[in-house]
């Protein structure tokens, strides 16, 4: 069975700086998919990035990337110019090769709390 | 862009009664996923449907059951409820067709057992 692995249950950062997510997994798969997860105070799970493990290239959405590094399994989180809004608790997640049919879901790791101070 | 609808947002259910979630996925989504979430903790998977069928079954408990209709929604079906079952409520769904696509979550579903 697949694990994930988040080992800051908290962190802060200052408006403007950047903070760094950890997260580690582990599988013996070697097709998978790796994604980041936000949930605010309202709870709602808000897709922040997604990464294909066959993907050298690590992902990026405006503010946020990801430096992935399959051999170490590791799939960490960057937040660059850290807003405000970026308050909330972050989960890592992963999913298997699902080529083959099926509904294979997400494995989620425990979660980091990031705090933004002003 | 239409995105999964979950019903009721809120629901207030007394001990040992039933309570019934509804989900819509996304249009063309083929599978269809429910997940719970108690306070302060990760979402644990519980069932999960493709085109229609069982697909894979979570820590879902023996009094809840779950099933997918003829038009892809969903509901899952909790009966005698535990002041334990209190919590968020998750639907989310995906296009499998395409290996790993990407899974996308409802606003959710609070559920409160008193």
């Known amino acids: 069975a697949q694990t994930v692995t988040q080992s800051q249950p908290e962190m802060s950062v200052q408006e403007a700086e950047t903070v760094t997510l950890s997260c580690t997994y582990d599988t013996s798969e070697s097709d998978y998919y790796l994604f980041w997860y936000k949930q605010p105070p309202s709870r709602q799970m808000i897709l922040v990035i997604r990464q294909e493990a066959y993907k050298q290239q690590n992902a990026t959405e405006n503010r946020f990337s990801v430096n992935f590094q399959k051999a170490a399994k590791s799939f960490s989180l960057k937040i660059s110019d850290s807003q405000l809004g970026d308050a909330a608790m972050y989960f890592c997640a992963y999913r298997g090769d699902t080529s083959g049919g099926g509904a294979d879901g997400l494995t989620f790791g425990k979660g980091t709390h990031l705090i933004i101070q002003p | 862009a239409a995105g999964v609808i979950q019903s009721p947002r809120h629901l207030i259910k007394e001990k040992r009664e039933t309570a019934t979630l509804k989900c819509y996925p996304i249009?063309?989504?083929?599978?269809v996923y429910w997940y719970q979430q108690g306070p302060g903790q990760d979402p644990q998977f519980l069932i999960s449907f493709y085109e229609k069928m069982q697909s894979d079954k979570g820590s879902i408990p023996d009094r809840f059951s779950a099933q997918q209709f003829s038009d892809y929604h969903s509901e899952l079906n909790m009966s005698s409820l535990e002041l334990g079952d209190s919590a968020l409520y998750f639907c989310?769904?995906?296009?499998?067709?395409?290996?790993?696509?990407?899974?996308?979550f409802g606003e959710g579903s609070w559920l409160t057992v008193v």
């Open positions: 989310a769904s995906s296009w499998d067709r395409v290996s790993g696509n990407t899974i996308y």
């Open positions: 249009p063309r989504h083929d599978t």
